[in-house]
Every structure is written in C-alpha cells, then in structure tokens.
C-alpha cells in the first residue's frame, strides 16, 4: 500500500515539473500562417501604403490628383498584380499615374501590364529597359521613361525621389525616398533582420558597401523592404541597414582569410560559420549563398 502512494507521489510530482516547464498550449498552438495578401497604411502617414503579397511587398502614395505605385511583383502569379490594383481601387479611386520599377529582376517588377492598361507612366533606371529590351517579356511592358542618376515625381503635393547609387544588388536597383515623409523603399539590398540569400547571385560585392553608404547618408526615418522585415514584417530602421553593412563586411573578411588559405568553395560553403549572426532569420539557409558568393570575389576575383 505504501509502495502505491508512494508512486502515484512520483508521478503526481513529475507531471508537475512538466507543466511546470511547457507553458499551457504551446504543444499544439502553431504559429500563426499570415493571409496572402495585406494592405497596410504606414503609421503617421495619411497616404503612403504597403501592399503584400506572399512574401513580397511594395509600396504606394496616393495623392489628390492619382497614385504613385512600385513593383507590380506578378512574377508567377498574375493574380497578384490585379489584387494590388484591386487594393488601391479600396482605398481610393483616382486613377493610378506612375508605376515605378524598383530594378529589373523579374520576382519584383514581372507582370506590370495591368498597370500600363490602367493608364500608368511606368519609370526606371536605363538599366532595367536595357535589361527588359533584352527578355521581351509580354507581360511586363517597358519603362515609359528612364533616368540615369535621379529623378523626381512630383503629384499632388507628393514629391517622391528617385536615386541611383550604382552596383549593388543588381546594376539596375534605386532607392525610392519620400522626403517629407522620411520614408525609404528600397528593394533587397537592405534586408531588415534577416539574413540575404537566393539573391546574393548577381549582388556586387565592394560596390555594395558604397552604395549603402550613401542609402545611410538620405534623410529618412523609416525604411520599407521589398521583402517583410523580421520580426514581424516590421518596417527597417538605420540601425538596421547600418547591422546589414557590418554583417556583409564581417562575412567578406570572413571568406577572405579562407580563400587564401584555398578553401573556397565546398569548404568554406560547409565550414564557415558567423556565430554572431546564428540567431538571425534565414541564418541556417542563407548563409552559403553569402558565403559562395564572398567566394567568388575573394577566390576567384570576380
């Protein structure tokens, strides 16, 4: 008798510390999965917005006299790009004047000609048409207009300014900036949290860095991605870009002592850690893609 309640004691007691440890429902509580689509107004701002789609954003103003929008991002999925402009027919109806290209890679910037239907002016770097020339793309029509090193749209008392800082994650990418606003949209040269990957591919390694000097050196606050900020698809700040930086030069001073020592690739691609960085989203994923191409800057020159 005395061996049971000794027993059921135990075993009362080890069910305790177990609940003890595993807070009430995280067993079975998933986190949870984000609509497809959202559209955010940006907070203390009357008119700038943030559409999403999957795990891609843009952004647009909408002014007085018509919207300004970016990346028409229908790569794939043309329903995206009716969805955007169903999103911005929600929140008004002025017609929809500019649509501007942020640079030329298709996952951002395919599938605009719902936009050029809709009466839009499409603009972009000369790179980006030279780039499009080049694909024919009958879903994504070419830039009406081009500039080379900045250019304004002013509308409706919206002024938006477009600048290139040159190589950098493509050679065709520009920095959107709202000036009396303070907001920055920028597509993926300025992760937010997060580790860079997949894209890395054509990114230019030493001209980034000046390049992102210069974003820092713009007068903003705020900094939209082109992809959600983590945690929380969270808007960017100049702490942020200014981690990113640091964390690009740690992994190109990383990689270069390595390639010297000959371990580019496989080596590096499987060896190589940055245990400062461990904790941050797309660290165990994204990393080689860093590191293969930090490779190819210090290995191979190129």
């Known amino acids: ?65 018509g919207v300004i929008a970016t990346d028409p991002i229908g790569y794939g999925r043309p329903q995206a790009v009716t969805t955007y402009i169903e999103e911005i027919r929600k929140v008004t109806k002025q017609p929809i004047k500019y649509l501007v290209y942020s640079h030329h890679h298709y996952d951002h910037i395919a599938g605009g000609q719902p936009f050029k239907d809709a009466g839009a002016t499409i603009i972009a770097h000369k790179r980006t048409l030279e780039r499009l020339e080049m694909i024919q793309d009958p879903a994504t029509p070419l830039p009406d207009e081009v500039f080379t090193r900045r250019h304004v749209i002013r509308l409706g008392g919206t002024t ?39 894209g890395m591919i054509d990114f230019y390694p030493l001209e980034v860095e000046k390049s992102i000097e210069e974003m820092l050196k713009l007068d903003w606050d705020r900094l939209i991605p082109g992809h959600p900020g983590a945690p929380g698809g969270r808007l960017g700040t100049k702490a942020d870009v200014q981690a990113q930086l640091t964390f690009l030069r740690d992994a190109s001073e990383a990689v270069k002592v390595a390639a010297r020592e000959g371990k580019c690739w496989d080596q590096v691609e499987k060896e190589l850690k940055l245990p400062k960085y461990e904790n941050w989203p797309g660290y165990q994923n994204n990393l080689p893609f860093v590191l293969r191409r930090y490779c190819g800057l210090w290995g191979r020159g190129t």
């Open 160 to 198: 938006l300014e477009l600048t290139y800082h040159g190589l950098n994650h493509s050679d065709s990418t520009i920095a959107m900036r709202l000036p009396k606003e303070k907001i920055l949209f920028v597509v993926d040269v300025l992760p937010v949290g997060s580790v860079p990957g997949r």
């Open 1 to 65: 008798m005395q061996r049971t309640i000794l027993a059921a004691a135990l075993a009362a007691f080890a069910l305790s510390m177990a609940l003890a440890v595993v807070p009430a429902g995280s067993q079975d509580k998933p986190a949870a999965k984000p609509p497809l689509f959202a559209t955010t107004k940006v907070e203390g701002t009357d008119n700038v917005y943030v559409f999403r789609y999957g795990n891609h954003q843009a952004m647009f103003v909408v002014t007085p006299d």
